[in-house]
């Protein structure tokens, strides 16, 4: 098996792995040429690029949604 050649477990690990820190640069290179050749992959990766992009969204979402409303008003 070649040092660049990864599975899809291997592969999956690898972008979960990317979204707490970098990769190396023989990992980076093994992800994108299993990417450019797997055809489940990509989608795989398409799904934690989407779930972070939902999870950014929610956290600004939920930081402006703890301040009161600059339009609200208190009755008396």
Known sequence: ?????????????LLIAREDRGLNLPDKIALKL???ACKAC???EN?????RAAM?????????????????????
């Open 47 to 51: 799904q934690v690029l989407t779930l």
């Open 34 to 36: 299993h990417l450019l």
């Open 42 to 44: 990509p989608k795989f």
């Open 1 to 13: 098996m070649s040092l660049l050649r990864r599975t899809c477990k291997e592969a999956a690990a």
């Open 56 to 76: 950014g969204r929610w956290r600004n979402y939920a930081d402006n949604d703890s301040r009161p409303p600059s339009n609200s008003r208190v009755d008396s």
